[in-house]
């Protein structure tokens, strides 16, 4: 039920015991700074998505830097974030069943939230919920703009549900969520750009038939690390929903730019720490970080500033390591940082963030919404 | 850091909240008695795998039927077993680093406790901390018996390496940790045959070649659920380490039988309970358990009981359902029980199990030994 932290603050980066999750708090830092001065200035606002991040901690070092607040996926994950500080929460998601927008209606006495819905049978419950704990809820619609998950069709169908939000006593229609996932992880910027231009058209006629009805959309919400630049020149979406550009990751470095390099923008700054355990034979070593530590839906991590090294298999504990051929091995005892190949869902693995810098730990923070719990 | 529980003692299923890990009290204590009448007077003891189920509760309803003690993976498992009053425990792994093996000379003081060695760096540390801490540690060698993981080679490189422990001051030599990961998987009997048969080959020959130096091997130990009754009948093995048999998923599911059918010995006991949270258009719904909830590094879950249901793909929060061509569709609210692909990462998603037993819940069983720290 509780993870011993794995580091104390002081101590090298090296005596840190593996398996732990590092942030390089330079890197970290830097990306916070970039995405901010991205979108100084431009009337569009970024509101982080904790579904990476999980921690109040991290929040609120983007809301210094100007976020209007967080998006979460999950009641849990609000829970976290209202009970540490954060005053402005969008759930970018469905919420589903008694108890849970019980929840809800228990955080709109501490902090603004607002949460989704894309059927009339939401739009009912979430009604019923407020009704009956006196407060009143902000809803936004959630539109399919090409993702083929949740999302009720943009256009027409938006339009009645929205109306039928805006007519519910107890309900505020607060506008769009409007995320096209599909599109972030496109490698080309031709690819992202058409994905996400779809998205933003269907945005912009559903904004517009809403106006029609005389319903304006507070929050128009969408976008990811991979796309946000598009979504912040459109002139449709107000807030900016990115959560793994503070982190970045395996998957991500895979986007090119305009000049077919990787996208720079941002730098790694999550790292799994992990030891070299065994070294049984020529040419394999075997680390302590397997997928129950790094996730690996969206392929292996990565072995960091280590070319001659690569993470080829994971089982549940293990990782095996694969050496170059005539590299030198990695030794029983040797730390290596891997870069995820996947942060959100290797965030979820961790109780602690560990952050370092110069070498050093300096801080640490809990995920205190780590968990499957919705 | 801490996960409200998913239920109430008493509640309906259909009541308790989503996602939850559920158990089948039925079917889970099926597969208990079923290992147990398997293994009963044949000299081959069970030492189930806690890398599956991490709790204590669970290790005691094994061990109240006869299994000798548990296996686990990580230190950080053996603290959780230890300390819920488990007192035989097996680190069926390499442990590396000081902080770590000071932590299992700290049990050594209130259980039996072994752990692996597959190098003379390993010896030479355990040796160091045994002495550091006034305690013996019981070691065994690790032997690399067709996984091509850890594990040093069978014969004469690992009679050296028991040699080795034997002459430590400190240590005790105390087996072969043989295990053929591999083998469990493959999907026909012939194969697993073949893979097991191997194993057993290099094993028995290791034992002899270590017999021939006076060292006696106390614990020879390996096998899954895939393949235990080869290694139990082999004469060689005298403990099994399965773990999944108690639960089952749906990798396990597809193993078949000398007749070509899937191996029907155990049962499904472990269900990630899922809400339908959006039915956006035909032929499609969504459920609240996405691949934060419900591993899939060995395929997707399966829908129970429910034919016409497919879960198709995962995203971080986001299970997506196709619904057969033709057939009525879940609606928003039904609840939907998953059979997770690969079981032991699944747990590792949860805090509490959920025991439930004729539709209501009728225990709550922390998941002590969740998470990334080892």
Not at 6 to 31: H, S, Y
Not at 50 to 61: D, F, I, L, N, Q
Not at 134 to 157: F, H, P, Q, W, Y
Not at 346 to 361: A, E, H, I, K, L
């Amino acid at each position: 039920m509780l993870q011993i932290p794995p580091a104390r603050i002081g101590q090298r980066e090296d005596e840190v015991d593996t398996p732990a999750l590092l942030i390089d708090l330079d890197a970290f830092e830097f990306n916070l700074d970039t995405m901010a001065a991205y979108l100084a200035g431009t009337g569009v606002k970024l509101r982080a998505h904790a579904k990476t991040h999980k921690s109040p901690v991290v929040a609120h070092r983007q809301i210094v830097r100007g976020a209007v607040g967080q998006c979460v996926q999950k009641v849990a994950e609000a829970e976290a974030l209202a009970w540490g500080g954060v005053q402005n929460i969008l759930i970018s998601n469905e919420v589903v069943g008694t108890d849970k927008l019980a929840r809800v209606t228990a955080l709109a006495r501490i902090c603004t939230i607002a949460l989704c819905a894309d059927s009339p049978v939401h739009v009912q419950a979430i009604e019923a919920a407020a009704a009956e704990a006196g407060v009143k809820l902000t809803v936004l619609v959630e539109i399919d703009v090409g993702m083929n998950r949740a999302g009720i069709a943009a256009g027409s169908e938006a339009v009645a549900l929205a109306q039928m939000i805006a007519a519910s006593p107890h309900l505020t229609f607060g506008g769009l969520q409007s995320y096209q996932g599909r599109a972030q992880h496109l490698r080309t910027v031709a690819e992202r750009r058409a994905a996400s231009g779809a998205a933003v058209d269907a945005t912009r006629l559903t904004i517009d038939m809403l106006r029609q009805q005389g319903l304006e959309c507070a929050i128009v919400g969408g976008a990811g690390t991979g796309t946000f630049p598009i979504e912040a020149s459109s002139g449709v979406y107000n807030e900016i929903q990115a959560g793994s550009y503070c982190f970045m990751d395996v998957d991500y470095g895979k986007n090119l730019d305009d000049f077919g390099k990787p996208v720079s923008m941002f730098r790694n700054s999550l790292f799994v720490l992990a030891s070299v355990i065994s070294q049984p034979r020529t040419g394999i070593a075997v680390v302590d970080a397997g997928h129950k530590a790094v996730a690996i839906d969206s392929g292996m991590p990565g072995v960091w500033q280590r070319p001659e090294l690569t993470y080829a298999g994971a089982s549940d504990e293990h990782g095996r390591i694969v050496i170059a051929h005539g590299a030198a091995p990695p030794v029983i005892g040797d730390k290596l940082r891997l870069v995820p190949g996947h942060c959100d869902p290797t965030v979820d693995r961790f109780d602690w963030y560990v952050g370092v810098r110069n070498g050093r730990v300096e801080c640490l923070w809990p995920i205190a919404a780590r968990g499957g719990f919705s």
